[in-house]
């Protein structure tokens, strides 16, 4: 294993509020639109939230901060078919509601910097990224044909 380890950051600008985009990242239905068809999620303290980002790989996570329309962390669990890890890998969702609508921040850390984890990595990084572009275009047309309340 290598002692490094590396993250990745993203960021996107939704027009919508916080309240919106909170739906989209922790309603079972709204999830499966926009991260992948089979996704899952207990979005509470201690709950579990799955799915296949890349849609090769399906990867589980403990979440281990829910804090509504503000932070959502997921804390990776071993996953088969994935290199084993000697260090906590996370996803941190952070949300920042503006006048504009709210600023989404995802920050991913813990990721080996070894060969044997260079195309999960790749996937999570990109996958996250895309999976981000979706919400973004969920959750702005929900609001404009006026199906959210």
Same mark, same amino acid.
């Given at each position: 294993?290598?002692?490094?380890?590396?993250?990745?950051?993203? #960021?996107?600008?939704? =027009?919508?509020?916080?309240?919106?985009?909170? +739906?989209?990242?922790?309603?079972?239905? !709204?999830? %499966? *639109?926009?991260?992948?068809?089979?996704?899952?999620?207990?979005?509470?303290?201690?709950?579990?939230? #799955?799915?296949?980002? =890349?849609?090769?790989?399906?990867?589980?996570? +403990?979440?281990?901060?829910?804090?509504? !329309?503000? %932070? *959502?962390?997921?804390?990776?669990?071993?996953?088969?078919?994935?290199?084993?890890?000697?260090?906590?890998?996370?996803?941190?969702?952070?949300?920042?509601?503006?006048?504009?609508?709210?600023?989404?921040?995802?920050?991913?850390?813990?990721?080996?910097?070894?060969?044997?984890?260079?195309?999960?990595?790749?996937?999570?990084?990109?996958?996250?990224?895309?999976?981000?572009?979706?919400?973004?275009?969920?959750?702005?047309?929900?609001?404009?044909?006026?199906?959210?309340?």
């Amino acid at each position: 294993m290598s002692d490094k380890a590396r993250g990745y950051a993203h #960021r996107i600008d939704i =027009d919508a509020g916080a309240t919106h985009v909170w +739906h989209a990242l922790t309603d079972v239905s !709204q999830l %499966r *639109l926009w991260c992948s068809p089979a996704a899952e999620i207990r979005a509470r303290p201690g709950g579990l939230f #799955r799915a296949s980002v =890349d849609r090769v790989t399906e990867f589980e996570a +403990h979440i281990d901060v829910c804090e509504p !329309q503000r %932070r *959502l962390k997921l804390i990776y669990l071993p996953t088969p078919g994935v290199p084993p890890a000697d260090r906590v890998m996370s996803d941190d969702f952070i949300l920042d509601a503006v006048p504009e609508g709210t600023i989404v921040r995802l920050l991913g850390s813990g990721f080996p910097a070894s060969e044997a984890w260079e195309t999960q990595y790749l996937r999570l990084r990109t996958g996250w990224s895309q999976a981000l572009a979706r919400l973004k275009v969920l959750v702005e047309q929900q609001i404009q044909k006026g199906a959210v309340s």
